[in-house]
């Protein structure tokens, strides 16, 4: 190996004395590699300082192989992924807790509410209430659609469907408020939720005015109903087995609240936002361990691989749980502990709107007789009703950022306030349409 090495001339310093040789500054060291004749760059060692080991040249050095994971390593991360099934099993029966307060703090006449519905604008505040005190759009729109069945107008029960559309979103919500405690993990939880919020709100804003002028929905959906009728049946009540998978918590928590006797309804309440709460917390702080390489480019593949991609996600997602509150509010704590953007999981949100028509759909063929017809065609509109408003607010550019904007916006302005993230909750979806429906039965 032979190296070429720069002259040297003497350094002269400011009095003009001179202090020794320094190397000319010239071009780099140059090293010739044996057998090839190639001229390489040489790296120069170098000098180690006291403590210090030298730091040798890296030609022909191989480079070092990652190191495998150790088994301890591999435990702990099972372990956890196992604690976040376990996390989200405890967070679906919480939803199921805080429904089951509601229906044992209402005496069970939760369904009287139907009865105030006696025009449009009311039967969508009624869709909204019953929605979000049953905790189920599922449950409403199967109530709906046998109250047709029973002879309640059809004109009535399509606000009602949309209502039910709005109220299930307090959910995914509630979900959001269980990061109330980090800034930063909030607003983005907030904004993934209110998202769904600002989009079913201008879809109803958009269908409803033009349901009323000109019977959209109803009309295109009348004749399709005709024909279908008459296939084989199938029973909807089988296929809910999240309320049997979830059904030894909510036991549990009717059992400790139940030595509170008239309170029982709201101690049940209570139980399952914090049991909701706390499962937020220790959830969002695992995915934020877990969400990073390799787990995070495969849900990143499933989920956010683009829109259509998402949609059928969160619809066969919702097709398996029976219950579009569930995947909404499985997607919030993702959201806030940033391993989706707020971007991502809208059209997932989405696939969920029309993944819980199907509900609707299999509740609808158990009716027989001559109201056959009616109950499957308020299924039919659920279900017309969600799969246009994706193909007309996500599908136009114009209109496909707007509830993205509101919901930044909003969870913006509910981080500087806290407040406000409560009474968007309240006001929204018990408050308001509480006050709409009590005023119209005073009239």
Known sequence: MTAVMPQARPYVGPAGRAHGAVPERAEPLVTVLPLTGVVAPAEPEVAA????PARASSVGRQPEAAAEPTLPARARSVGRWLA????????VSAVGIIGDGFKTATGGHAEELFAFATNPVVGLMV???????????????????GLVAGGLPVAIAIPMIMGANIGTT???TLVALGFVGERDEFRRAFSAATVHDWFNLLAVAIFLPLEMMTGFLARTTAPLAEAMVGGATVDASGLDFMDAATAPVAAGAEAAAGVLGSAQGVAIIVLGVGLMVVVIRLLGSLLKTLMVGRAKAILQGSI???PLTGLGAGTAVTLLVQSSSVTTSLMVPFAGSGAFTLRTIYPFLLGANIGTTVTALLASTVVTGPTAVVALQIALVHL???VSGVLVIYGLPVLREVPVLMAERLARSATEHKTLAAAWTGGMFLALPGALIAGSAMV
């Open 170 to 172: 307090v959910t995914n």
């Open 49 to 52: 300082r006291p403590g210090v």
């Open 384 to 386: 017309l009703f969600n």
């Open 127 to 145: 869709g909204i209430l019953a929605t979000a005190l049953m905790q189920s759009s599922s449950t409403v729109t199967s109530i709906i659609v």
């Open 304 to 306: 956010g691989r683009g």
């Open 84 to 91: 976040v099934l376990l996390l989200t099993y405890l967070l």
